[in-house]
């Protein structure tokens, strides 16, 4: 089946999902450290990982696997056609209730392991999809309408392509949908680590350090559109990177297009954008801040776009090695 399902299916376009995505409440701008599960700390959940008592992981057993395989067996054969009704999945319900919980106002991070990627590629594929529809809306990845996403490296040479589609290393930034779902089916010969941060404890942080560049946060930032804005539309978006509604603290990151949107004429960054991811970049390099992931073939990382950013490092395939993961960005459906 292509990345891109014929239509029938029930997906998002780019632009239904990214206005999904950017509807958020907006109160007031906090003024003070926020204390909720999504301010983790990298060194909080390396040290869970290392004593093997992570709650935000979640290994399938031998039954869940069947219940996969049952669902893909009653599924339509027109993988466009798959949805949360028609592939069922009642015993692993409460887990994925769980995940969405996560997901919606938990840590933001979820990993489920022991995903069986040995079987055939369109089997994967199939099964992928149809456990998505479970957390929410997939939606489109790139203007191509692109739902099932291939990250790997195809060798291509023009230089403005997404870093996602090469080998190169990738900075911290937030996707355009409410979650980012990667399935690890092959890793790379060396490298490829990912990388996540907290943006809510990025916030605490200026919020401690840099007090007077918080209120700049809620402020539009003009973004890059890399040649992907409409015709005769400016080259660049404007958006908010942080929301707070009271409750919870959204944004949106994604420093290289935030910064590249200098390379148009008349368009500069202000002092307090410049501080600020300034700020953003070199926290995340901060081994307090961030956790590195080595996502293993049968892995899959779910992340919250709202409260985590994720990086990848560079890596290196060997012609028996080649990194290759799926893809989903969903809006997310709580039942």
Known sequence: MSSKPEVGGSHRSLAEQSRHYFSRGHTRVPDQKLDVPAAWMGQELRTQLQQGNAPWCYRLS????????R???????????????????PNLASHLRQWQCQLSTGLGVQVVKGFPVDRPEAWVRRVFWGLGHHLGEPGAQNPQQELLGEVKDYREQDPNVRLYRTPHNINLHC??????????????ATGGHSRIVSTVSLYNALVQEQPALVPHLFEPFKLDGRGERPAGAKPYSELTPS???????RTFYHSDYMRSV???????????QRRILDFYDAKGLDEDFYLDMWLEPGDIQLLSNHTVAHARTAYQDSPEQRRHLLRLWLSLQIS
């Open 62 to 69: 031998d039954t869940d696997v069947a219940e996969l395989e």
């Open 175 to 188: 996707d355009a949908a409410d979650v980012v779902g990667l399935l690890c089916l092959q890793t790379a």
């Open 243 to 249: 929301c707070f509604d009271g409750e919870y603290l």
């Open 262 to 272: 200098e390379r148009h004429p008349n368009v500069a960054l202000s002092q307090a």
């Open 71 to 89: 669902a893909e067996a009653s599924a339509p054969k027109n993988m466009a056609l798959i949805d949360r009704d028609n592939f069922p999945l």
